[in-house]
């Protein structure tokens, strides 16, 4: 069982360069999100994806865009990478109920931006 | 806003002890709260859920339990062992869609 996968797994950017982190899941879950989880802050939401067509942003939204391509995938782009979006990047996604269901995370993009 | 801590922020204790990690949690007008577990490297794996309406939950040597009006949960680890040893996170569901978490507590079991 594959669950959620996340690709690249690592990706070093220089400042002002773009790039799509991809993620699909394979467990036919309604709700996805994008979370980032920093040293000292904890994992904070970016943006979620309640159902297939339907896209919200989170606690800190800006600098993301984000596109619900289908039910398994949900790509979280960045337009101009800044230094202050160096972090871990994951993606989760829950069935049938939503948040009130646990939530399945892939491994992580790790993304360092020079 | 939601505000979660996590008590301590790392614990190392002899394989085979009991132990209990701390979570709280400033707003008590919660949907659910999950316990999940992270090793190095890795992402998050879910341990337990309660929900709001309920005081506790189990699976094998872990409880967790919610005391919503107090705004604390606890996760109970029953003899633990060497494979425990990671960071568990708790994490609050306050508003439709939004998990805020802690910072997590290290766990290191010793052989």
């Known amino acids: 069982n594959a669950g959620v996968t996340q690709t690249p797994k690592f990706q070093v950017l220089k400042t002002g360069q773009s790039m799509t982190l991809q993620c699909a899941q394979d467990m036919n879950h309604n709700s996805m999100y994008w979370y980032r989880q920093d040293p000292g802050m904890g994992l904070r939401l970016i943006y979620y994806?309640?159902?297939?067509?339907?896209?919200d942003k989170g606690e800190v939204p800006n600098g993301y865009n984000v596109s619900r391509l289908n039910k398994r995938e949900f790509s979280l782009r960045l337009e101009s990478a800044a230094p202050s979006q160096t972090s871990v990047y994951f993606c989760?996604?829950?069935?049938?109920?939503?948040?009130?269901?646990?939530?399945?995370f892939g491994d992580g993009t790790r993304l360092s931006i020079l | 806003k939601q505000e979660v801590t996590q008590i301590p922020a790392a614990l190392s204790v002899p394989e085979g002890e009991n132990l209990v990690l701390n979570c709280s949690f400033t707003d008590s007008a919660i949907y659910n709260l999950q316990w999940f577990r992270q090793d190095p490297g890795k992402g998050l794996t879910s341990l337990l859920l309660i929900q709001s309406s309920q005081r506790e939950q189990t699976s094998g040597r872990l409880n967790a339990s919610l005391d919503k009006s107090s705004g604390r949960s606890t996760l109970y680890i029953a003899a633990s062992q060497p494979g425990d040893s990671a960071t568990y996170l708790c994490a609050v569901l306050s508003s439709n869609y939004k998990l805020t978490f802690g910072k997590g507590t290290l766990l290191t079991v010793n052989p």
């Open positions: 989760a996604s829950s069935g049938l109920g939503g948040p009130n269901q646990p939530q399945h």
């Open positions: 994806s309640a159902s297939e067509g339907t896209t």
